[in-house]
């Protein structure tokens, strides 16, 4: 039987840079019965050679690789397939987990056997510094709430090993790239699990500030895509199909609109 009690599933794509201090976020974790399980995608820098050599000063650390770039779905899975603990939590090769990140999470997971998801606000934050601290707008979701957008933060969320084998853990195609997270809390709640926000940011995502900005035209396709499918996953009123749209249009949006909805939704 497995000594730890959370496996750290990490999907690592060329971030060298960064990869350090997110691995020491989590060894700053005031909770430390976790191993991590790190997966390189097919990285084209030395991303998996810092991993290795991290590697080697831990003993808690499975290091695996992918043969080709195949996106994030696909690596996370790849992670699952090497999970032996009772709870799952995200990171990214890129940002940091707050000291409390885990302590909080798994025990809110503990006392509260009726969730399988616990997640949190994120702060976000570029080389210039934070830049903004995101809200929870709703603690306990219900399927109504997937209807404007994701329910939860991917990166900072803990969910029970239970509840990813039920579902089959990530759907694997190119109509989910980038909205992957979305359409697993939909498998989720149409599987009869719920989920929780703590109203507390636990987790600083390394954000780009235009990053919005360059959001393609076939992401707010998929995201279009995932909400029609979710909805009915999740058998809710035909006419709520309007708001799957809803990317597709605000794309369409001169920018400065755009821009200003953003803010002001913020």
Known sequence: MTPYRISVIMGIYNCASTLIEALDSLYAQTYQNFKIILCDDGSTDNTYQIAAEYAKTRDNILLIRNEHNRGLNYTL?????????????????????????????????????????????????????????????????????????????????????????????????????????????????????????????????????NAMNRRTFSNRLNETYVKHIGYKMLQLPFYYQIFAVKPILIGLLPKPIYNYLRRKNA
């Open 77 to 209: 899975n790849h992670c699952l397939e090497y999970v032996d603990t009772e709870y799952v939590a995200r990171m990214d090769g890129d940002d940091i987990s707050l000291p409390t990140r885990f302590e909080k999470e798994i025990s809110f997971l503990d006392s509260h056997p009726e969730y399988a998801i616990v997640s949190c606000p994120m702060i976000h934050f570029d080389e210039n510094g934070d830049y903004k601290i995101g809200i929870t707008r709703s603690t306990s979701p219900k399927k109504e709430d997937f209807v404007k957008s994701t329910p939860f933060c991917h990166a900072p969320c803990m969910v029970r090993t239970i509840a990813y084998r039920k579902v089959g853990g990530y759907s694997i195609s190119k109509r989910l790239l980038r909205v992957e997270d979305y359409h697993l809390w939909f498998k989720m709640y149409a599987a009869g699990y719920r989920g929780y926000n703590l109203s507390e940011p636990l987790y600083r995502m390394r954000d780009d500030r």
